[in-house]
């Protein structure tokens, strides 16, 4: 099963690879990793996204709670939460079809960026499968050059935020 992971940690030296490392050491696959600093300088927040057993994610969780820059970690895939991935989309139009291109990328709630030499670039933020539903589409009405994509971004939608983990 796909588990989505919300690690937040201190923005020190090491602190990523140490998570990496802890997957890596143990035969885990990442199959998803975005990190990028929060409000507070001193702390970084990861959206990790891996896949495994209830069992086994819940081993990761209590494993990544033990490493020493790991502030707080939130397994938020049985919760209500909203998840993102942005994706850049690199294309040429078959002919005659730019604007039925448009008119799906625009569907999907995505833009055409300003129009480059002889292809065009599409961004979209939404969800892994409407994602992977819309280049499918794409395809038909044009070629896929290159596909860009940020891995999952999740936010839990309740009140609550990452707890911070107690010694």
Do not use: W
């Amino acid at each position: 099963m796909r588990h989505i992971i919300g690690i937040l940690l201190q923005n020190e030296s090491g602190a990523l690879s140490r998570v990496a490392g802890l997957f890596s050491s143990r035969g885990y696959n990442i199959e998803s990793l975005s990190v990028s600093a929060t409000d507070d300088p001193t702390l970084s927040r990861i959206t990790l996204v891996t896949t495994g057993s209830e069992a086994v994610v819940h081993q990761i969780v209590l494993q990544l709670q033990k490493l020493i820059d790991v502030v707080a970690v939130d397994d938020m895939t049985s919760d209500d939460h909203l998840e993102r991935e942005l994706a850049l989309i690199k294309l040429r139009c078959r002919n005659g079809q730019r604007d039925a291109v448009r008119a799906l990328v625009e569907k999907a709630g995505g833009r055409m960026l300003p129009d480059e030499r002889d292809c065009q670039i599409a961004e979209v933020a939404s969800s892994e499968a409407a994602i992977n539903e819309l280049m499918r589409q794409l395809a038909q009405p044009a070629e896929l050059l290159e596909i860009v994509r940020s891995g999952a971004l999740a936010m839990s939608r309740q009140a609550r935020i990452l707890h911070v983990v107690e010694s």
